[in-house]
């Protein structure tokens, strides 16, 4: 193997899900929202260990790495539903492989 095999790029697949997926939570969040959109209160009930100031950050970061979509609905009171990105979506082979309960177990 040379050089160039061992390097790999953030255009990399793998250092991708590396990255994305590391931490205790990302994961977690990922994985409740690989099929279907969801409100905050709704992932903090799906995930009842993590905090409300926790799954913020990592929604926020999530949301900035442009992994999840963040809709805001202009109703009262404000209505915010949370769904994968099309980038997001390429990570739901690696997360179906994980079959959620090596996830949950984590906790």
Known sequence: MNNEDQRCS???PMEVA???LG???KGLILYQLRGDTRRFNELKRLIPAITQRMLTKQL??????RIVHRKIFQEIPPKVEYSLTRFGLTLTPILDACSGQVLLERI
């Open 60 to 65: 926020r970061e999530l949301e900035a790495d």
């Open 23 to 25: 931490g205790k939570w």
């Open 18 to 20: 590396l990255e994305v």
């Open 10 to 12: 953030f255009d990399c």
